[in-house]
Every structure is written in structure tokens, then in C-alpha cells.
């Protein structure tokens, strides 16, 4: 599968507790975002990088999240001291960056419970 | 700050039906516009992709125009199928990302 995967798909934790999630992009992709979709919303901005660089972060993006791509291949989220409204499905996604033509490829999510 | 609205939230359709849907964007200054498709619970599949300097682009059944200065995309369904059925996504993107809708949730009876 080349697709965009991440892992893992389903996390429950409890308030107070860290989490972190790992997003492969597509081969080659040298571009990887990050969004956070809730229910009946569509997804959300949160963070971009280019290559290892992250380039911008949303407002969204409290001091409890913090994003990585140390080698400019995968990277990994983490929420630190989760609250209930971080509950959400945490999507990744990855391009080429090819100015215009920069379509977006999505990976299947992480969906988050915080209890 | 863009905004992207998604007109109807939801629509059912016989099978068989041709079905537009409507997106609306307030900023016409867009590098392109994407559409998806989302299952429940599911990630997004991206449908079609238009950039910023052309009118419209098609993938079988899908149609997709784009009208920059109105602030205005549709995506047009061909002969509707049950397996159809999902949320449709319109998607704004700038130099760095994604300014997404809230979707319009298809359903599609046999």
C-alpha cells in the first residue's frame, strides 16, 4: 500500500494522560499536514511542514500539541495532558507541493477519546 | 480569513439521478479547490482537484467546475449509484493548506 497510513487508528486515554500519533506520508512527499476533524465539521488546519521544516501552526495548535518530522519522512503528534475536547479524528495527509497543482492525499485518520 | 460553505448539508436522491452540489468560497484569491469523498468514520478520498487557472475537470461520472470570480464550485454526479452514498467535502487550498466545508451528506436509494 503506498497510500498516506497512520497508526493508531483508534486511541481511548483519560484525561491528564499523553497521547502520540505517527503519520507515514506517501513516498517522496515532501509536504505533510496535519487537520483535526469533529463530528459533523469538516477537517481542520492544524500544522504543515516541509520537509523536516514545520512551516506554519494554526491557532488551534495550544502549547499542549506538539509536532514533529524529524528526518522529513514520518512525523508524530502529541498531546500532552489531554482534555475531553481534544477528542476528535486526527488526520494526516502528504503532496508533492507543486505549486497549483498540489493535490492533497489523506490517510485514514486516528480517532481520539478522551474519557 | 476564508470561509467555505456547502449548500445542500443533505441530500436523497433514487438511484439513477443526476445531483449537483454547490460550494461557495468568500476569498477568490485560491491556488485550486479539491473535492472529497468521506465514509463514515473514514478518511478522506480525494475526488478531483481543479487549480486555480482552470474552468472544470471530470473522472468518470464526476464533473467539477470552478468559477473564481463568483467565489463558486460544483460537483456534478452522473447517474447517482447506491455505493455513492458518503459526505462530499469541498476543500479551498492556499499556498499551504486547506480551508474545508462542512460537507454534504449523500444518500443514495436503490
Known amino acids: 500500500d503506498t497510500g498516506v497510513s497512520q497508526n493508531p487508528r483508534h486511541k481511548i486515554t483519560k484525561r491528564g494522560q499523553n497521547v502520540t500519533f505517527r503519520c507515514d506520508p506517501i513516498?517522496?512527499?515532501?509536504?505533510l499536514y496535519w487537520y483535526r476533524q469533529t463530528l459533523g465539521q469538516g477537517p481542520e488546519f492544524l500544522t504543515y511542514?516541509?520537509?523536516?521544516?514545520?512551516?506554519?501552526k494554526s491557532r488551534l495548535l495550544s502549547d499542549r500539541f506538539s509536532a514533529e518530522r524529524p528526518k522529513g519522512s514520518f512525523s508524530t503528534l502529541e498531546i500532552q495532558r489531554t482534555e475531553q475536547g481534544d477528542s476528535a479524528m486526527y488526520l494526516c495527509?502528504?503532496?508533492?507541493?507543486?505549486?497549483?497543482?498540489?493535490?492533497?492525499?489523506f490517510g485514514p485518520g486516528t480517532r481520539l477519546t478522551v474519557l | 480569513k476564508q470561509e467555505v460553505t456547502q449548500i445542500p448539508a443533505a441530500l436523497s436522491v433514487p438511484e439513477g439521478e443526476n445531483l449537483v452540489l454547490n460550494c461557495s468560497f468568500t476569498?477568490?484569491?485560491?491556488?485550486?479547490l479539491q473535492w472529497f469523498r468521506q465514509d463514515p468514520g473514514k478518511g478522506l478520498t480525494s475526488l478531483l482537484l481543479?487549480?486555480?487557472?482552470?474552468r472544470e475537470q471530470t473522472s468518470g461520472r464526476l464533473n467539477a467546475s470552478l468559477d473564481k470570480s463568483s467565489g463558486r464550485s460544483t460537483l456534478y454526479i452522473a447517474a447517482s449509484q447506491p455505493g455513492d452514498s458518503a459526505t462530499y467535502l469541498c476543500?479551498?487550498?492556499?499556498?499551504?493548506?486547506?480551508?474545508f466545508g462542512t460537507g454534504t451528506r449523500l444518500l443514495v436509494s436503490p
Open positions: 511542514f516541509q520537509n523536516e521544516a514545520q512551516l506554519e
Open positions: 481543479i487549480q486555480s487557472s482552470q
Open positions: 476569498d477568490s484569491a485560491i491556488y485550486n
Open positions: 513516498s517522496e512527499h515532501n509536504r
Open positions: 495527509a502528504s503532496s508533492l507541493g507543486q505549486g497549483t497543482d498540489n493535490e492533497q492525499f
Open positions: 476543500a479551498v487550498g492556499g499556498f499551504q493548506k486547506l480551508v
